[in-house]
């Protein structure tokens, strides 16, 4: 099992050392193989994804990313910014599976923003298409305004694409991970406006009579944005496009209390996967030891689960992070009043002990 140990920028470093900490706990043999990646990559070799990183990934079974990314680097060429290094790993890894699970922990129900009666219990599963629509479509670019009503002024322009193909195999993703869940999915587009979400919706319409078990139903993304807030325990699988995707899966992030408990998947068809933290790189709070590495953890257990055939490990991962809440740890994103603030290291520490705890 070869995995490849891409902890980037800011946060990143510390809460991988975590995640690395765990996975050395486990009686499992992995091969691991640390590279650099985003701004850190830039520093050392001049490129966010250098080559070594981008084969290292390639010939590894997955990859554990950090998080990439830094004020200080946003006046750079886009092709040279810490951000081209994640979008460039899913390109090129052919990463179009995206999953975003939310769930909602029992000890956490505080945590969120919301009445803790909308959101106990919520466990949803954002399937998010990582590989086409506005963020790869071409052409993009600036240029002087041909004609029409810009004339004389200059402009910018990206390309909201689906193909067909692509539609489809993320919507026999999300299908077969409803088989598994609750059984139905929510498409959420925008067809009353957008030629390629019309498409979307025929398409996911279609492949969805391959699965007359599961239901189906469609939203428009505003309807979607307002109802997760709402009632978000009436959704379970949520399949989208890749810009709808990013942005309810922050809003969905929130309804749990904090986004540094949230792991993430990125699959490709031969189950080869990238496992990262859905939040960033959080450079206000580098280097202080105060990053909640959870999220990188149930990362790990993700990866072990989809791309190194190892569901016991997992769950053992997932039971010893359940564990440690229980015992009250909370690092400063997930505290509240009667429990105990901790930080990075000590709450990699926790999970290590309650795992070790398990016998
Ligand atoms: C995410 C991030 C990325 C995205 C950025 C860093 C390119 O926001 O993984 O959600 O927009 O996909
Ligand atoms: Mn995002």
Not at 25 to 54: I, N, Q, S
Not at 67 to 92: F, S
Not at 202 to 229: I, R
């Amino acid at each position: 099992m070869k995995i490849a140990i891409l902890p980037g920028d800011g946060i990143g470093t510390e809460i991988m050392a975590e995640a690395v900490k765990v996975l050395g706990c486990l009686d499992l043999r992995f091969e691991m193989e640390e590279a650099k990646v985003g701004g850190a990559a830039y520093e050392a070799h001049g490129h966010p994804l250098p080559p070594a990183t981008l084969a290292l990934a390639k010939a590894a079974d997955a990859v554990l990313f950090g998080a990439v990314g830094d004020w200080k680097y946003d006046k750079l060429d886009r092709p040279l910014r810490p951000e081209q290094a994640i979008l460039g790993l899913r390109k090129n890894l052919e990463l179009f599976a995206n999953f975003r699970p939310a769930i909602c922990y029992e000890e956490l129900t505080h945590a969120s923003t919301l009445k803790p009666e909308i959101v106990a219990g919520l466990d949803l599963l954002i399937i998010r298409e990582l590989t086409g629509d506005i963020y790869f479509g071409q052409p993009r670019g600036r240029r002087a305004s041909p004609d029409g009503a810009f004339a004389g002024a200059d402009e910018a322009f990206d390309t909201m694409r689906y193909s067909r193909p692509e539609i489809e195999r993320i919507a026999h993703v999300a299908f077969q991970a409803a088989r598994k869940r609750n059984k139905k999915v929510l498409s959420v587009d925008k067809a009353n406006v957008l030629e390629t979400f019309q498409f979307w919706r025929d398409v996911v319409t279609e492949v969805h009579a391959q699965y007359p078990d599961v239901a189906l139903e469609h939203m428009y993304v505003d309807n979607a944005a307002m109802q997760l807030v709402k009632d978000p325990k009436r959704l379970d699988v949520i399949v989208t496009g890749n810009m709808f995707g990013d942005i309810l899966s922050d809003e969905a992030a929130m309804l749990t209390g904090s986004i540094g408990m949230l792991p993430s998947a990125s699959l490709n068809a031969k189950n080869q996967g990238l496992y990262e933290p859905s939040h960033g790189s959080a450079p206000d709070i580098a280097g202080k030891g105060v990053a909640n590495p959870l999220a990188t953890i149930l990362s790990a257990a993700m990866m072990l689960r989809f791309s190194l055939n190892q569901e016991a490990a997992a769950q053992r991962i997932e039971a010893a992070v359940k564990a440690v809440l229980a015992q009250g740890l909370r690092t400063g994103d997930i505290y509240s009043e009667g429990t105990r603030k901790v930080g990075t290291r000590e709450m990699g520490d926790a999970v290590v002990a309650a795992l070790k705890a398990q016998g």
